[in-house]
């Protein structure tokens, strides 16, 4: 099914990271595009691992799964492996024995004929450090090199800087580690924390456990299988559980060490993603650093659900730059450098197995930040070659150290004679020396002569040639011997590699010297031992390398697979493979093919293809029957083994369905020109040709216009009648028979064509917005062309000439969409006028048109459901939803106090509406918010409002009873805490008598901490108490322990008639608690109140500025026992002024004045 059909249209999938491409623009009934229920995830594996990414896929029809890379092919079976698991519904691609190499892009696509779905995954390769085999060492020895190891390592800790202090946590946090970790992980979280009480700590946890799971039954209906962090191979961390919540739009939250993380949901792109698959919850940490170690908390709205923590020991060091191989002369300083992805302070170096310490040979550093490690090797001789390992304790990195001896270094002569002579260069020339050393004298022959010539390794040209030009062919499971005589100033030292790695001796191969030839033996060949072989000779002159080429015939492999069924028609089978990854060192000649009924022991030859050629067509198979086949390779050396194939059914007889409907490529008053598609479904046959019929419009008998099936797709219809419509359907044929026709063709009059339309009128944009451009235009005038049956627009951008078609077919209406387009990019546009004569003059706007929406001054939309004024309890959400209108979309910044929000503060803003949230509301979120508008040209609006964050009061503190007055008592208590933060708290005062027993308000609305009651019978015992309010409800009284009552007096009883003499209780008005100043916000309710006393009662009046208030109805003024209280409702600023209350009786008066501050909101 080809994915390179044109692209109707691209939507999203519901699946993250998914694109859907339609190929069609209608889609049958029953019929959908293909998508993912479950995508490939990227993977991070250790080199030499297999990789398996799996798919779940759905659509109908049932799509087809092909999986691709990036760069390069995917063409090796052995290496790709793809299959499908029935019981998971599981599209699975397994790339085995993972290498560098396969670090890449891979994309998986799923096609069916209505549309593509695909996406791309990574796969991330971790390179494995070098292992070096182990050795058997006695114990003796272990021992002292693990003491020497440990004594290095303090060393490297004293010379390092210490590692940054762990962060500080909070107990709280530790508390709920406690609560979710396994009992057998207390004591060690004890004590790396200090919680020494043991058994007090099991008892709180005990109490934390019922607690917890009160608050979490609000949002969690159950909750089970708790697994812990742990780090993987990869170097992520994941730990998941399983939850069912009542509500699965309740908000999960992720903290850190008590700060609030941001998280991905099915991203692994994301530093922390969610993964859910069911109830199953997975946190993951990809990409550790030593940072992320820390308490890990898991919250469902304010509820604590988990706590886990992730040490940092726990968390791999990994090698961001790996050593690498070091080339180094004699005499020279050697330098391996590397840096790992976290700090490690007390790694280690090792040659061959050996620890190195720093002294006058090795100087070892590491970088402040514990990254960056070198080892430098000082005066490097032969003896210092071989391997460097820096171990780190959980990994390592290797390389080795090839050292090259000096070029032009001359030999100590021996002997004491030679030393007293010194250097005799000049007695002999360059050619005598060579001879006299080739004849046997050296140093301390009689002539003294001083070895100086140069004498480097010689091999005979012709044999170089020989072995350059012609490679040494050898039949897989022959010995190979190459034997290399060589000339030479001794010792020659020699060394034999194969593409460039050095030959080791093993049980096959073998490597000799002697002083003049060295020697390869190479036992029982396979294709393995082909290469390009070379082996260098060296002395102290010079050095020389020989290369030859080593080729090992053998019969080819089995060809790679898998076998492909290309066609099972009624005429045969055709099957289809590929030819073998390894022909043996030569070439393929030919395929024989087999076949086996399914149910039978016997395979029947039944052809043979050419090598070129990997497909093979057979006859001999019967209907509705199953078959296998095995093809084998041969060349020169025998045949290979053979590659089998599944079941393949003889298909039955099946016809091709019906094509597209014919389309009207030409219509005359004497033929009509017709053209169709292949059908999709051809049946198991090729198609042999197609039967086209006609009919007259209206008349339901087709007839056909041939005797024969027309073979090509298209055809020229006579015998028709001027000026009649008619309609033409095709039916393809093949070997099983005629097919279903196509649904009839579009009507068509059987006349000449037309002339074209002529060119619309007053083409205009109507509307623009980001992707999109409205038309619309007047149909042409009927003088200027035929008539129009449709429209065509057309588009261009504004950095491209090239006119493209914006509709496929022709538009009846005068208007138009153009869709898809870039945001601000511009357009030209243009339309015509088009009908079965072609297509009229296109007519376009005169300038291009900018993709973007009028330009709109940002505005917020206030109405009644956005308040300036709120007040939320504590814990409680804040939520706060503000509508506005831009164009273009504008910067959106909220600010509290005009200063950045707090952390917490959650926003968002998309589509005219943009919005804050606060998960649980605290005293400090009080305050005035604003958010300001302003878009690219700087146009800018704001609003702002208030919050109030209250919670119900406090109880006030103790009261306290006095008697100051006779018969009246004095009530004061301690003010409740909460009117340190809240401004509009009052008090609320009720008494209970021991004569009935009810209790009854004394006083409401008492901002002081002081009440006074009047009228106490003595004899009676009395009870009070007091609750402070205010907009969110009353808190718990504060109540007297003792009853209070005043002695009744007992008189002596007297017969004696009592001389009345009256009491003069007559006294002037006098203020006892006088008028408090007030500060009161615009819209807030005022209440002023004062105590009087006085004999006669006084009588009470308000002024306002010098005003009588008794008149005014905005006012309200009432007088309890001498309480005087005066409510302003609604506050405005009018309401701003000097007030003063007057007590006036037949002895005097009394004043008592204050002033009240009306406040506005500063929003």
């Not at 109830?279 to 919250?299: C, H, M, V």
């Not at 005979?460 to 039949?475: C, G, N, R, S």
């Not at 300001?932 to 006030?956: A, M, W, Y």
């Not at 009432?1118 to 005066?1126: I, S, T």
């Amino acid at each position: 099914m080809a994915s390179h059909r044109p692209v109707k249209s691209v939507k999203k999938s519901s699946v993250p990271g998914v694109t859907i491409q339609q190929f069609v623009d209608n889609i049958p009934t029953g019929c959908c595009t293909p998508d993912f229920e479950r995508k490939p995830i990227t993977l991070t594996l250790q080199e030499g691992k297999n990789a398996i990414f799996r798919a779940v896929v759905k659509g109908v029809p049932v799509p087809e799964v092909v999986w691709k890379r990036n760069k390069g092919e995917m063409d090796n079976p052995d290496k790709y492996q793809t299959s499908f698991n029935a019981v998971t519904n599981e599209f699975i691609l397994q790339i085995n024995k993972l290498t560098v190499a396969d670090a890449d892009l891979y994309r998986c696509s799923v096609v069916n004929e209505y549309g593509e779905a695909f996406c791309v995954v990574g796969l991330r390769i971790i390179q494995a450090g070098f292992k070096k085999k182990t050795r058997q060492v006695p114990t003796e020895t272990q021992k002292d090199l693990k003491k020497e190891i440990q004594d290095f390592r303090k060393l490297l800790r004293k010379r390092v800087p210490h590692a940054p202090r762990k962060k500080d946590i909070d107990m709280e946090q530790v508390w709920q580690l406690l609560l979710h970790a396994d009992k057998k992980d207390y004591e060690k979280i004890c004590l790396r924390y200090g919680i020494v009480d043991f058994r007090g700590m099991l008892r709180k946890l005990q109490q934390m456990k019922k607690d917890k799971e009160d608050k979490q039954a609000k949002y969690i209906n159950s909750i089970r299988n708790l697994r812990h962090i742990k780090v993987n191979k990869e170097g992520n961390a994941m730990f998941d559980l399983e939850m069912d919540l009542k509500d699965p739009q309740s908000r999960i939250y992720l903290y850190k060490d008590g700060e609030m993380i941001n998280y991905g949901f099915n991203d692994d792109n994301m530093k922390h993603c969610l993964k859910q698959v069911g109830k199953t919850y997975s946190f993951i940490i990809n990409d550790l650093k030593p940072e992320d170690a820390g308490l890990y908390q898991l919250k469902v709205e304010d509820v604590d659900v988990f706590s886990t923590e992730l040490e940092v020991d726990t968390i791999p060091v990994t090698f961001e730059h790996p050593l690498s191989e070091v080339c180094c002369s004699e005499q020279e300083n050697a330098v391996f450098e590397c840096s790992l992805c976290s700090p490690c302070y007390d790694a280690m170096w090792l040659h061959a197995n050996n620890p190195i310490e720093n002294n006058d040979k090795y100087e070892i550093s590491v970088s402040s930040d514990g990254l960056n490690h070198k080892l430098m090797i000082k005066n490097v001789q032969p003896a210092d070659k071989g391997t460097y390992t820096l171990d780190t304790g959980i990994c390592s990195s290797s390389a080795c150290l090839l050292v090259e001896p000096a070029r032009g270094k001359r030999r100590q002569a021996e002997g004491d004679e030679t030393d007293k002579k010194g250097w005799q260069m000049d007695m002999l020339s360059d050619k005598e020396s060579v001879k006299k050393l080739r004849q046997g004298e050296g140093p301390g022959d009689k002539d003294h002569f001083r070895d100086t010539a140069i004498d480097p390794p010689n091999v005979d040209k012709d044999l170089q040639e020989k072995l350059m030009k012609d490679p040494l062919v050898i039949k897989a499971g022959q010995n190979a011997v190459v034997k290399i005589p060589f000339e030479g100033r001794k010792p020659v030292k020699a060394t034999w590699l194969k593409d460039g790695c050095e030959l080791l001796d093993d049980t096959r191969i073998h490597t000799d010297k002697a002083d003049n030839f060295t020697r390869l033996s190479i036992s029982s060949t396979n294709r393995k031992d082909c290469g390009d072989y070379k082996v260098k000779l060296s002395n102290g002159s010079g050095a020389l390398e020989v290369n030859l080429k080593l080729v090992v015939t053998d019969r080819p492999q089995s060809p790679m697979g898998p076998i492909e069924v290309v066609d099972s028609s009624i005429t045969g089978i055709t099957i289809q493979w590929k030819p073998p990854k390894d022909d043996g060192g030569k070439p393929v000649l030919s395929y024989a093919i087999e076949r086996q009924q399914v149910g039978r022991q016997t395979w029947l030859a039944v052809g043979e293809a050419d090598g070129s050629s990997t497909t093979f067509t057979t006859n001999k198979v019967e209907h509705d029957k199953s078959y296998c086949f095995r093809v084998r390779a041969i060349n020169a050396e025998g045949t290979s083994e053979p590659l089998e194939s599944g079941e393949v059914m003889a298909a039955t007889k099946v016809f091709p369905g019906p094509p597209a409907p014919p389309k009207i490529v030409e219509a005359s008053k004497e033929a009509i020109k017709l053209s169709w598609a292949v059908p999709d479904k051809t049946g198991n046959s090729r198609i042999l040709g197609y039967i086209v019929e006609k009919r007259k419009k209206g008349s339901s008998t087709w007839a056909p216009v041939t005797d024969q099936p027309i073979t090509e797709r298209k055809w020229k219809v006579t015998d028709l009648k001027e000026g009649l419509q008619y309609e033409f359907r095709v039916a393809a044929v093949n070997a099983a028979g005629t097919g279903e026709a196509s649904a009839p063709s579009e009507s068509v009059f059987a006349q000449d064509p037309m002339d074209p339309p002529g060119h619309v009128r007053d083409l205009k944009v109507t509307n623009t917005d980001y992707t999109s451009i409205a038309l619309a235009w007047t149909k042409p005038k009927p003088e200027d062309g035929g008539e129009a049956k449709g429209y065509m627009v057309e588009m261009r951008s504004s950095n491209n000439l090239k006119w493209t078609q914006c509709n496929t077919q022709p538009l009846r209406m005068t208007m138009y969409t153009v869709k898809g387009l870039e945001p601000k990019e511009m357009y030209f546009l243009r339309v015509r006028a088009v009908n079965d004569g072609g297509a009229g003059e296109a007519v376009a706007l005169d300038t291009d048109i900018q993709a973007m929406p009028p330009i709109v001054t940002p505005k917020f939309l206030i109405d009644d459901t956005v308040k300036s004024f709120m007040i939320v309890k504590a814990g409680n959400f804040i939520r706060v939803h503000i509508p506005f209108e831009a164009s273009p979309a504008p910067e959106v910044t909220w600010l509290k106090d005009g200063l950045s929000l707090p952390r917490k503060a959650i926003t968002t803003t998309k589509r005219g509406h943009t919005q804050l949230v606060i998960p649980a509301a605290e005293f400090s979120d009080s305050g005035i918010y604003s958010v300001l508008l302003q878009n690219e040209l700087g146009k800018r609006d704001s609003f702002s409002f208030q919050i109030q964050v209250t919670d119900i009061p406090e109880s006030p503190g103790p009261i306290q009873l006095q008697e100051n007055v006779p018969n009246t008592v004095t009530i004061t208590w301690e003010p409740s805490p909460t009117e340190k933060r809240e401004s509009n708290l009052y008090y609320t005062v009720i008494k209970c008598d021991s004569r009935n027993g009810h209790w009854q308000v004394l006083g409401d609305l008492i901002y002081t901490n002081k009440f006074t009651l009047t009228k106490v019978i003595p004899g009676l015992e009395y009870y009070f108490r007091v609750a402070a309010k205010n907009y969110m409800g009353s808190s718990d009284p504060s109540e007297t322990v003792q009853p209070w009552s005043i002695q009744k007096e007992k008189a002596e009883f007297r017969v004696r008639l009592p001389k009345y003499r009256g009491v003069n209780q007559n006294q002037p008005p006098r203020f006892l608690v006088q008028l408090k100043p007030h500060v009161v916000t615009t819209g807030f309710d005022c209440r002023m109140s004062c105590a009087v006393t006085g004999h006669p009662k006084p009588k009470v009046t308000w002024y306002k500025d010098g005003k009588n208030l008794l008149e005014d109805p905005t006012f309200f003024s009432k007088n309890d026992f001498g309480v005087c209280c005066l409510v302003i409702l609604g506050v405005t600023t009018k309401d701003e002024g000097a007030y003063e209350v007057l007590a006036t009786n037949e002895l005097g008066c009394a004043i008592s004045k204050t002033f009240l501050v009306v406040r506005e909101p500063s929003f």
